[in-house]
């Protein structure tokens, strides 16, 4: 999530900056009428109601562990245990000692509740370390659950800082369905597709050893793109070419060439207005914040296709490289 799209870029990194932050926004009427309205639903308990003095995080129980969310009121006592990464484990006091505690509160309508991932992987081990005999009522609710809450209250849309909140949940938490069409199962069910990709990532590979002693190349691939990065003798980068998928995707173009032009690229401005001068200002993609280019396809299909394609990607470095120019 990028500094310029969320105000808790880098100030909220772990669960309990989040619950700090959750804390501090249930001071805004609106935020935690929607939060009461969440817990009255998984609790089944209507009326419940709190004040934000009532709010506190990090209580010590004197042995028995420190739940990072606390509301207590002279009627109310509800813990809640936040966990934000699937594998964070319990400690010893989760839930045993916490429910200790809260069936001491006989005055008190008291709950327990575990704030996590909809696929923490310890959900069964709560409930199987909980007393059978316990008093205090136990509930998960799922960081989703509460983001959609907040989506449909419509609060986001009304205060920045409850959108950033619903947007860091949605970059951290958000479970989204991904499903396929029939013709799309067919697809990934042909053996030729992934034989084809394979071969594409061969050709890559290839060409990308025989270029001239003058470039090196570093290989960089992950869930968007396969491919290489080219650099000059000054061991500056000065071209990219590869697969990118989103671009193929939209644009039926398999086989790339192209510079970046954000901040976090290191291609200098030298080389991004060399890559505009040959391929032009349309070769700009938006979504990436890059300049790509299409390598011919006639190259790729020419029975020296790698001879063809080492040839124009160097050449390509060439024109784009300072040490050429």
Partial sequence: ????????????????????????????????????ELLV????????????????????????????????????????????????PLTPNQPVGYLQYLDTQADKQCALI???????????????????????????????????????????????AVEHFVALLQAWFEIKPIRFSEEEMELLQNKAYPAQLLKLFELITEVSGKLPKSFDTEHYSDQYSFGYYVTDQKNEYVLWFGCDFKYWAECGT??????????????SQ???????????????????????????????EDPQ????????I??????CSDSHG
């Avoid at 669960?15 to 929607?34: G, I």
């Avoid at 398999?254 to 291609?267: P, R, T």
């Avoid at 032009?280 to 280019?293: A, D, I, M, T, V």
């Avoid at 296709?305 to 124009?312: A, P, R």
């Fill in 1 to 36: 999530m990028a500094r310029e799209t969320n105000l808790y870029h880098n100030l909220v990194t772990n669960e309990d900056k989040l619950t700090e932050l959750l804390a501090n926004l249930l001071q805004f009427p609106a935020v935690k009428q929607t939060f009461t």
């Fill in 41 to 88: 639903k998984k609790l089944n308990w209507p009326g419940l109601s709190f004040q934000h003095r009532n709010v506190n995080t990090q209580k010590n129980l004197a042995g028995l562990g420190r739940p990072d969310l606390v509301i207590e009121s002279d009627s109310t006592c509800i813990f809640i245990e936040c966990k934000i990464n699937d594998y964070r």
């Fill in 114 to 160: 575990f704030l996590v991932p909809f696929y923490y992987e310890h959900e069964a081990l709560i409930r199987t370390r909980a007393a059978a005999n316990s008093k205090t009522q136990l509930e998960i609710i799922y960081w989703n659950e509460l983001q959609e809450h907040l989506e449909r209250s419509e609060l986001a849309g009304q205060n920045v």
């Fill in 254 to 267: 398999f086989f790339l060439v192209g510079v970046g032009d954000d901040e976090d690229e290191d291609f």
């Fill in 270 to 300: 030298v080389v991004i207005n060399r890559f505009k001068g040959k391929f032009g200002q349309n070769s700009w993609y938006e979504p990436w914040s890059w300049y790509l280019s299409s390598i011919p396809l006639a190259l790729i």
């Fill in 305 to 312: 296709n790698v001879k063809q394609l080492i040839h124009f």
């Fill in 314 to 319: 160097a050449k390509t470095a060439e024109h």
